[in-house]
């Protein structure tokens, strides 16, 4: 099962770009990278997903080298509403595991006014 | 307009009880989930049902029993419940078992539980 490290914290200040670097050195040919975050007494949310090169939408871009054996989230011009966890995670790729994604620690992200 | 739904959202209880927790999901989903989380923000898999039909048991005591009506809802049953079980057991679903792009998992609130 592909194992994910990303920084266990990490500060920032409003109008910031954030940008959270993901290892997933075992990663399948199948699988993807998949970013959540998680408010405080919420449960996760997805934001991002991706196979490789780059994904952008209306809340965050994924930056995945040719390798895919690390990504990047970008979160542009932080708010204080940004304070979060932010979980990246691999799948096991095929039918029937889809729930078998490995959630890491996470980054938890603190945005200061 | 809540997409996954579970109740309790707090349980207080003593060691020993046997509690359950509800989840539904109006999201025509074909797949749901149970994770737990620790005081460390570790999310882990419990179970997983597709279409009623239980597809991934990871290894949890036998003292937790899911059960599934019909693919709308998945009810978690604690028996003899212990210290050790306090946790934040989260409900979701995905439109179906196959990790794959636009598959994405959608958690319900969490409920917050606590053995006393």
């Known amino acids: 099962l592909a194992k994910t490290t990303q920084p266990i914290s990490m500060d920032s200040y409003e109008g910031q770009e954030v940008n959270i670097t993901c290892s997933h050195n075992?990663?399948?040919?199948?699988?993807?990278i998949t970013w959540y975050q998680q408010f405080p007494s919420q449960g996760p949310r997805f934001i991002i997903q991706g196979y490789k090169t780059k994904v952008t939408n209306e809340v965050a871009s994924l930056f995945i080298p040719a390798d895919r054996k690390s990504s990047t989230l970008s979160l542009p011009r932080v708010s204080l509403s940004d304070t979060a966890v932010y979980y990246c995670l691999v799948g096991d790729g095929g039918y029937n595991q889809g729930g078998k994604l490995i959630f890491g620690q996470g980054t938890e992200l603190s945005v200061k006014p | 307009d809540t997409a996954v739904s579970q109740t309790p959202k707090y349980l207080v209880t003593q060691m020993g009880n046997d509690k359950s927790i509800k989840c539904e999901q109006n999201?025509?989903?074909?797949?749901m989930y149970w994770y737990k989380q620790d005081s460390k923000k570790f999310l882990k898999i419990m179970f997983s049902y597709n279409n009623k039909e239980l597809i991934i048991n990871e290894t949890v005591p036998n003292r937790f029993s899911p059960k599934s009506p019909d693919k709308a809802h998945l009810n978690l049953h604690i028996n003899s419940l212990e210290l050790g079980d306090s946790a934040v057991y989260f409900c979701?679903?995905?439109?179906?078992?196959?990790?794959?792009?636009?598959?994405?998992?959608?958690f319900g609130e969490g409920s917050w539980l606590t053995v006393v």
């Open positions: 075992n990663i399948a040919t199948n699988d993807y």
């Open positions: 979701a679903s995905s439109p179906s078992a196959a990790y794959s792009s636009g598959n994405t998992i959608y």
């Open positions: 999201l025509g989903h074909d797949t």
